[in-house]
């Protein structure tokens, strides 16, 4: 049996929230490597995205 859209909806808003957290970890860890302010700042919103995200769903 299919599962009901909105748990099937809040499945991928997770994925897509565990996406964006990863990525914007791995932008900020490059960004110090790289010292590269900017890049830290994006990674930075991007975790507080997923985090947003996350507490929306």
Same mark, same amino acid.
């Given at each position: 049996?299919?599962?009901?859209?909105?748990?099937?909806?809040?499945?991928?808003?997770?994925?897509?929230?565990?996406?964006?957290?990863? !990525?914007? +970890?791995?932008?900020? %860890? *490059?960004?110090?490597?790289?010292? /590269?302010?900017?890049?830290? !700042?994006? +990674?930075?919103?991007? %975790? *507080?995205?997923?985090?947003?995200? /996350?507490?929306?769903?």
């Amino acid at each position: 049996m299919s599962e009901p859209k909105s748990k099937r909806r809040n499945n991928i808003e997770a994925l897509f929230a565990v996406a964006i957290a990863t !990525l914007g +970890g791995a932008a900020f %860890v *490059l960004g110090g490597a790289d010292d /590269s302010p900017g890049l830290q !700042l994006i +990674g930075v919103l991007l %975790v *507080l995205s997923a985090g947003w995200i /996350s507490i929306r769903r």
